[in-house]
T-cell receptor, first 114, second 111 residues
Framework: NAGVTQTPKFRVLKTGQSMTLLCAQDMNHEYMYWYRQDPGMGLRLIHYSVGEGTTAKGEVPDGYNVSRLKKQNFLLGLESAAPSQTSVYFC?????????????FGPGTRLTVL | DAKTTQPNSMESNEEEPVHLPCNHSTISGTDYIHWYRQLPSQGPEYVIHGLTSNVNNRMASLAIAEDRKSSTLILHRATLRDAAVYYCILRAFQGAQKLVFGQGTRLTINP
């Protein structure tokens, strides 16, 4: 079991460039999430998905788009990167609804926008 | 989402117990109390959770106040590897289960 994996681990972009971050999980989880973490801060939710083909906005969705075409993958896109999007991005997943379930996190993608 | 309050930082010595407090005075009757921790340069990892009763697992214990307005994460014998930021998070009984992170408590362990 690889758990939650993220690709790439590091990336440097110039302002205005686009990119896609890939999250994959092999635990057959229904729920998947994208968070960002700025230095010295807790994580903030960008977008999430409650199942294949569904997406919803989180706390800080502006400037990002997501897609969940396959249950095991959740993609985060930046169409026109800005320096304010420099951050560490974490993907997470969990199996069930209900407050008792454990959320599993990936190792993160460190993105720098120049 | 109900809010939690934690001290910004705490310090302890290796092999001693650590008690990490969390206040959640606006908790609803069906909110679960979760603890996650984030080791340096890693993603958060689950530690423990509970609803009303105290809980134990191989990593830690969770003591929940009778009125559920506060809880304490207990590391029984801290090691250097326990140095991390610890987050206390409330999760609703229903819904999409997104986690709302505060700033957490940065735990430093002295050798």
């Amino acid at each position: 079991n690889a758990g939650v994996t993220q690709t790439p681990k590091f990336r440097v972009l110039k302002t205005g460039q686009s990119m896609t971050l890939l999250c994959a999980q092999d635990m057959n989880h229904e729920y998947m999430y994208w968070y960002r973490q700025d230095p010295g801060m807790g994580l903030r939710l960008i977008h999430y998905s409650v199942g294949e083909g569904t997406t919803a906005k989180g706390e800080v969705p502006d400037g990002y788009n997501v897609s969940r075409l396959k249950k095991q993958n959740f993609l985060l896109g930046l169409e026109s990167a800005a320096p304010s999007q420099t951050s560490v991005y974490f993907c997470a997943s969990n199996r069930l609804a209900g407050g008792a379930d454990t959320q599993y996190f990936g190792p993160g993608t460190r993105l720098t926008v120049l | 989402d109900a809010k939690t309050t934690q001290p910004n930082s705490m310090e302890s010595n290796e092999e001693e117990p650590v008690h990490l407090p969390c206040n959640h005075s606006t908790i609803s009757g069906t909110d679960y109390i979760h603890w996650y921790r984030q080791l340096p340069s890693q993603g958060p990892e689950y530690v423990i959770h509970g609803l009303t009763s105290n809980v134990n697992n191989r990593m830690a214990s969770l003591a929940i106040a009778e009125d559920r307005k506060s809880s304490t994460l207990i590391l029984h014998r801290a090691t250097l590897r326990d140095a991390a930021v610890y987050y206390c998070i409330l999760r609703a009984f229903q819904g999409a289960q997104k986690l709302v992170f505060g700033q957490g408590t940065r735990l430093t362990i002295n050798p």
